[in-house]
């Protein structure tokens, strides 16, 4: 099992910038592709970004430019560096984590934090 843990999420207006942290336990992170995925009220859950454990990386092609992912083995954490915010970026932001897929099917990610709330507004 791999517990996922979210922090960092919040109240911005347009324009600003949020760092949300996902802290993983339970397996040796290092092996694990790394995901965001998020969800509006009344829409479809969708993809973010994701980091393989060979540091690939996919974006969506909403937040490309805008956002950076990144992990810390050392700290078995992945970061989610959200830059330029836009009222359409509001969501629930959810942390994935899988030891064999790599890309952006949320049916495929086995593990999933609870969710941290991110708020575009002014």
């Known amino acids: 099992q791999v517990q996922l843990v979210e922090s960092g999420g919040g109240l911005v207006q347009p324009g600003g910038s949020l760092r949300l942290s996902c802290a993983a336990s339970?397996?040796?992170?290092?092996?694990?592709?790394m995901g965001w995925f998020r969800q509006a009220p009344g829409k479809e859950r969708e993809f973010v970004t994701a980091i393989s454990w060979s540091s690939r990386i996919l974006f969506a092609d909403s937040v490309k430019g805008r956002f950076t992912i990144s992990r810390d083995g050392a700290k078995s954490t992945v970061y989610l560096q959200m830059n330029s915010l836009k009222p359409e970026d509001t969501a629930v932001y959810y942390c994935?984590?899988?030891?064999?897929?790599?890309?952006?099917?949320?049916?495929?990610?086995?593990?999933w934090g609870q969710g941290t709330q991110v708020t575009v507004s002014s």
């Open positions: 339970g397996r040796t992170f290092s092996d694990y592709t």
């Open positions: 994935v984590a899988d030891r064999y897929y790599y890309g952006s099917d949320y049916h495929r990610y086995d593990y």
